[in-house]
């Protein structure tokens, strides 16, 4: 049996230097993080062992004079009035990428209400990242992730559309596609002002489709390692799925079952990016040592 380890799979560089801030952070003492640093509960734990405590939105309001660490995922601008209002101190890990796209949709939104137009982000209601870029447009936003949900457009208005960072490119035309076609059935035509479409999906991630399709086809099975809370990891599994029947999902080495390999089997192990090198290390680990051979990392 081989086992090779994907270096193109784990952490993006939003993740990875939102955790590094952590550690950083930690070693003069406790940590507060408003919502999971990372959607893999094994990293969770990792770094609570080391003083990260996670809070939700409701302890947030009742801490002071604390300090607070805001994740890669963003936040909106009430958190940063509640935080002045408190007197906490904000250790802002918000990606970059995440960042520049909160403008983008402030700015296109300001825009947007002279023409009486809407923003439609195409991602998942209730994610953190979405609800730091609702918050960009006083909650107005409409979101979108299925074609059901355009039911909640007025396609007789003008339509600005973005894309959560981490969702699917091939999610995303297909959505804009539909967007289009029911323009046109509103108004006849499809006209400039009309819509505005930004592919706002992070190529970091994007990228890894193609990447992950190529890893998927070179070898006999599968085992796409990521938190079951994660929606890279959702989109990203069923890339390999598309390409690899033989492809698993699992959080981590305790629910690997041997009955999905042969002895000779070439296994690939992959996954999201919220997904640390070591939890795939140590998936490796294990099924080295019930194969009794040897992981190519």
């Given at each position: ?168 490119t091939k999610g995303f035309y297909h ?13 006849g035509t499809l006209e400039e002002l ?23 086809q070179d070898v006999d099975v599968i ?75």
């Amino acid at each position: 049996m081989e086992v090779t380890i994907d270096q193109n799979s784990g952490y993006c560089f939003g993740v990875e230097f939102a955790i590094q801030m952590a550690e950083d952070e930690m070693a003069d003492g406790k940590l507060y993080c408003l919502g999971d640093i990372v959607h893999n509960s094994m990293e969770v734990e990792r770094l609570n062992a080391k003083g990260l405590q996670i809070i939700d939105r409701d302890a947030l309001k009742k801490i002071k004079d604390s300090k607070v660490l805001i994740r890669a995922h963003g936040e909106p601008p009430e958190t940063y009035e509640l935080a002045l209002k408190n007197n906490i101190e904000l250790v802002d890990a918000s990606c970059p990428v995440v960042l520049k796209l909160q403008n983008r949709v402030k700015v296109a939104y300001d825009k947007m209400q002279a023409a009486k137009g809407q923003i439609v982000i195409y991602g998942k209601l209730g994610h953190a990242e979405v609800i730091g870029l609702t918050g960009q447009t006083n909650n107005e936003a409409i979101i979108v992730m299925e074609e059901a949900d355009l039911d909640k457009i007025d396609f007789t208005r003008p339509v600005t559309l973005f894309s959560q960072t981490t969702k699917s490119t091939k999610g995303f035309y297909h959505i804009r596609s539909l967007i289009e076609e029911r323009i046109k059935d509103a108004k006849g035509t499809l006209e400039e002002l009309d819509f505005s479409a930004n592919d706002s999906i992070c190529r970091q991630v994007s990228n890894r489709e193609p990447q992950l399709q190529k890893f998927a086809q070179d070898v006999d099975v599968i085992i796409f390692v990521s938190g079951k809370k994660s929606s890279n990891g959702k989109a990203l599994y069923g890339v390999c799925k598309a390409q690899n029947d033989r492809s698993y999902f699992i959080e981590n080495e305790n629910e690997l079952d041997l009955g999905w390999f042969n002895a000779d089997d070439k296994v690939g192990i992959c996954g999201a990016t919220s997904t640390p090198m070591w939890l795939m290390e140590k998936v490796a680990k294990h099924i080295e040592n019930s194969f009794h051979t040897t992981a190519v990392i």
